[in-house]
């Protein structure tokens, strides 16, 4: 089923707003020999807590609000990543996901952004529909510490029928701070994956909001052990932080069979640091239980009935502990 919500449009107009915004966001843009765009966001460049939320609005192709909101960890003040849809299944699925393995020579990186959707080759669109025909730009988001080549803009051309020079990528590394803040970004968009694994008709929710804890950004000498650290501590936050209300239209029942199932809590590795559980498994990230991604806290609220249910429940002390921060 083709959207009619324009996600790569819209996200190359927030692209277009970040390119006036460079100096003040921190961020560079580099434009390759045959037209393709790259935005680092934290590669070369600074970034910056505002370039991250810049970031995952393009992520969610502007069908969602970001932003920075007080909240505490163990009496002490932490600021948190809010985000919130009234398109959850498009900017969240169609968009935010990081579900396309982008494989060119030598290099790789998780795609994100509405470049999947004008793609539309991952499994489950079949389910969510929302792919697109793009009219200009295609717009992508990788999460990754080098700058992609040109073989990479050939290679995601070719798989969506464009040209190169019509390929835009926003790209910064686990361990910076924009990508920090666009990960965390992300709670609303594991409860919905969690719920399109269990079965869930997920064209039933029509609006989400969730909160998670904004992590340090690592420190390391070593790059490659500076992101692991940031990957370890952007999943706990919303592992065991993250915190989602949706809004879902239907039967209620289901909602009470389902709820139980969806936050972390639910999942037999749940209880530990993510990178302790990577760990155990020996690096392998396919051998971690995939029902373990979802927020710590779930609220379904009925609009049958009026009336919100609770599932799950955040553990701070497990945040703090990941952290490595002591008070």
Known sequence: MQNRLNLNSRAAALVEAAIQRAEELRIHLH??????????????????????????????AGLGEVSLVEGYLLGGPV????????????????????????????????GSGPMRAAYG????????????????????????????????????????????RQ???????TASLAATVQIVARSVETALHKLLTLGFDVSRVVSGRGVAP????????????????????TN???????????RVKGDEDSLLEIG??????????HGAPFLEIFERYGWDFYKIDPLLF?????????LASGRAHSFGAIDEELVMRSWIIER
């Open 31 to 60: 434009t390759l020999p045959a037209g393709g765009r790259i935005l680092d966001f934290g590669i070369e460049a600074c970034g910056g807590l505002e370039a991250g939320i810049q970031l995952a609005k393009i992520c969610l």
């Open 79 to 110: 600021p948190w990543v809010q985000v919130a849809t009234d398109q959850p299944v498009a900017a969240c699925l169609a968009s935010q996901y990081a579900g396309w393995a982008i494989r060119a020579g030598s290099y790789f990186a998780m």
């Open 121 to 164: 080759g991952e499994e489950f669109f079949q389910k969510i529909g929302c792919t697109e025909r793009p009219e200009d730009q295609v717009v992508g988001v990788l999460e990754t510490r080098a700058l992609p080549p040109a073989e990479v803009f050939e290679w995601i051309a070719a798989k969506i029928g464009v040209a190169p």
């Open 167 to 173: 390929v835009t990528l926003c790209a910064a590394p």
């Open 214 to 233: 904004l992590p340090p950004v690592m420190r390391w000498k070593d790059a490659g052990r500076k992101d692991l650290e940031a990957l370890g501590r």
């Open 236 to 246: 706990d936050s919303i592992l065991y932080g993250g915190q989602v209300i949706l």
């Open 260 to 269: 139980p199932k969806i936050p972390s809590l639910a999942s037999p590795d």
């Open 294 to 302: 979802s927020p710590a806290k779930v609220i379904l609220e009925s």
